[in-house]
C-alpha cells in the first residue's frame, strides 16, 4: 500500500500543500486577533480618531464593541444567526406589547 499510496498521492502533493498553508495561516490570524497587546493598540487608535475628531463618539463605540467582542468571541449559545441580537434591547413578545416572555403562555 506504501507504494500505490506514494503514487496515486504524490499529485494531490501541492493540494494538500495549500491546504496546510491555509490552516496555518488561519491559526497565526487567530492568534494575532486575541493577542492582548495587539487588541490593546487597536483600542488606542480608535481612541485617537476620536480624540482628533476623526470619527464620531457612535462609531467609536461601535469600533471599541467589535474589537472587544473578537477578542472574547461570541456569547455562549449564540449562533451565527443570534450574533447580531443585542440582549438590551429588551424580551417583547412576537406583538410588540412588552408582555409574556418565552416561558409565559400568551393570553
Not at 59 to 68: K, S
Not at 75 to 87: K, L
Request: hydrophobic fraction near 35%.
Amino acid at each position: 500500500m506504501g507504494l500505490l499510496g506514494l503514487l496515486f498521492g504524490w499529485p494531490l502533493a501541492p493540494i494538500k500543500g495549500v491546504i496546510r498553508l491555509g490552516e496555518l495561516i488561519q491559526e497565526q490570524v487567530e492568534r494575532q486577533m486575541s493577542d492582548p497587546a495587539a487588541v490593546r493598540r487597536e483600542l488606542e487608535e480608535i481612541e485617537r480618531d476620536a480624540a482628533e475628531g476623526l470619527i464620531s463618539e457612535e462609531e467609536q463605540e461601535e469600533r471599541m464593541r467589535e474589537v472587544l467582542a473578537r477578542m472574547i468571541g461570541p456569547p455562549a449559545g449564540t449562533g451565527p444567526a443570534e450574533a447580531g441580537h443585542d440582549p438590551a434591547e429588551g424580551a417583547q413578545d412576537e406583538g410588540g406589547t412588552g408582555e409574556g416572555g418565552p416561558d409565559e403562555p400568551r393570553r
